[in-house]
């Protein structure tokens, strides 16, 4: 099995702010993009009982699930076609990577049913779901970080061992292990995630 790999989101990304700055927080790294393309049909619907039995990656049950799951290998992702035309796309670690699968899935219909053009007309990120941690050997007195922001945060460590943090007025949420492990989600672009981390981490040292 290929190893997977992270996009860091770093300053490389966006170039603004200084290195000095950055050298001061964890940068987080790319986890997982979740996406939404439209696909356009020439006869104005998709059929995914023919599309499942034309393409040999996907996998089709319409009496569990409205969609059609479609699996490409470059980039690494899955997609969830429904017959509107909407594809969801999960599993890339770049915007590019999303943009690159809706149209692979665009290409892999128009080529399993030549009598339909299929076009994408739109790929809009839907969260970005990225993890750091505060530093080697370094943890989280997730207990005290409860008590001193209960009313923001859900924690119930008998349940789930993760600590979910969701602050007022931030583009991010964060999921806190007591290893010093961080995840955030809910952020819809890299400065989302990159910025929302910054203002939040302080918090958490």
């Known amino acids: 099995m290929r190893k997977r790999t992270y996009i860091p989101l770093d300053d490389s990304v ?21 996406s939404t393309s439209q696909i356009e049909c020439s006869s104005g619907w998709i059929d995914l009982q023919r599309v499942s039995l034309l393409l040999p990656n996907s996998r089709y049950d319409r009496k569990r699930f409205a969609a059609i799951t479609i699996r490409i290998h470059d980039p690494t992702c899955t997609g969830l076609l429904f017959s509107s035309g909407k594809l969801v796309i999960t599993g890339s670690i770049s915007m590019y990577a999303c943009i690159l699968a809706a149209h692979t899935i665009s290409q892999l219909l128009c080529e399993s049913d030549s009598s339909q053009d299929f076009r994408i007309v739109s790929c809009v990120v839907q969260n ?15 207990d005290a970080f409860y008590k001193a922001y209960c009313e923001y945060a859900t924690y119930q460590k008998n349940v789930f061992p993760g600590l979910v943090f969701r602050p007022p007025d931030s583009p991010i949420v964060l999921l806190i292990f007591a290893s010093g492990k961080i995840v955030c989600t809910g952020g819809k672009s890299c400065e989302d995630i990159q910025n929302g981390f910054r203002r939040l981490f302080p918090l958490i040292q």
């Open 128 to 142: 970005i779901v990225a993890h750091a941690e505060i530093g080697k050997g370094l943890c989280v007195d997730v």
């Open 14 to 34: 966006w170039g603004t702010e200084d290195d000095t700055e950055t050298s001061k927080f964890p940068v987080p790294m790319c986890h997982n993009i979740v």
